[in-house]
């Protein structure tokens, strides 16, 4: 138990580490960026966004998929059922694994993000979420190889990509019916968080 404490605060202090660099990236690619020029109609937004999305895939989920390739086709573990693992090839499974996960949750956010991006100059949010998304995953890639606690450096992605998501989610409720669908879905969303805390911690046995 101490080690699970001890592994815990470490990684603590890796998420705190990894979204000071997020946040630094993030706001310094949305402010510095120059405006991106004919991007004011929603379909041009559209293709925009399905470029930075394929850029995003190609060198964090595609990259997952050929580590994994490559270590089968010069090991043992071309077979898989023969059960043949390496460390290194454990975690790049598991990577892969959450990696193809939180793609789902990052393009339901980029793509809703666009669409409440109406100009060149609001698009630059959209690069940023990108940029620091793609630069997330690579982080937890290679923390995890270091240890465990490490790959929350790549933490603050997932966190941006839901953060985004509650925005779209809580701009859409505003559009339906006003300031109270505007705060109904964090409300929610809070609300299911906290649920998730209580009913998922620790229990005497």
Not at 106 to 118: C, D, K, M
Not at 181 to 188: E, I, K, S, Y
Request: aromatic share 12%.
């Amino acid at each position: 138990m101490a080690g699970f404490h001890r592994q815990r605060a470490a990684g603590i202090g890796y998420i705190a580490v990894g979204a000071a660099i997020a946040a630094a990236v993030w706001f310094g690619a949305d402010r510095f960026l120059p405006p991106l020029a004919g991007l004011d109609d929603l379909g041009a937004r559209m293709v925009f966004t399905v470029k930075c999305f394929c850029a995003s895939v190609l060198f964090t989920l595609v990259l997952g998929v050929e580590a994994v390739a490559h270590e089968r086709l010069v090991s043992p573990a071309f077979d898989p059922l023969e059960g043949f693992e390496t460390p290194r090839l454990r975690v790049n499974q598991r990577y892969l694994q959450n990696t193809l996960e939180q793609t789902a949750v990052f393009a339901a956010a980029l793509f809703g993000l666009a669409a409440y991006s109406p100009s060149g100059a609001a698009m630059r949010a959209v690069v940023a979420t990108a940029v620091v998304w793609t630069l997330g995953r690579i982080a937890f890639w290679l923390g995890y190889h270091h240890s465990a606690a490490a790959r929350g450096l790549g933490a603050p992605g997932m966190a941006l990509s839901m953060i985004v998501l509650v925005y779209v989610a809580c701009r859409f409720g505003g559009d339906l019916v006003g300031p109270v669908g505007a705060w109904t879905p964090l409300v929610l969303f809070l609300g299911a968080e906290a649920a998730l805390f209580w009913f998922t911690r620790p229990r005497a046995a």
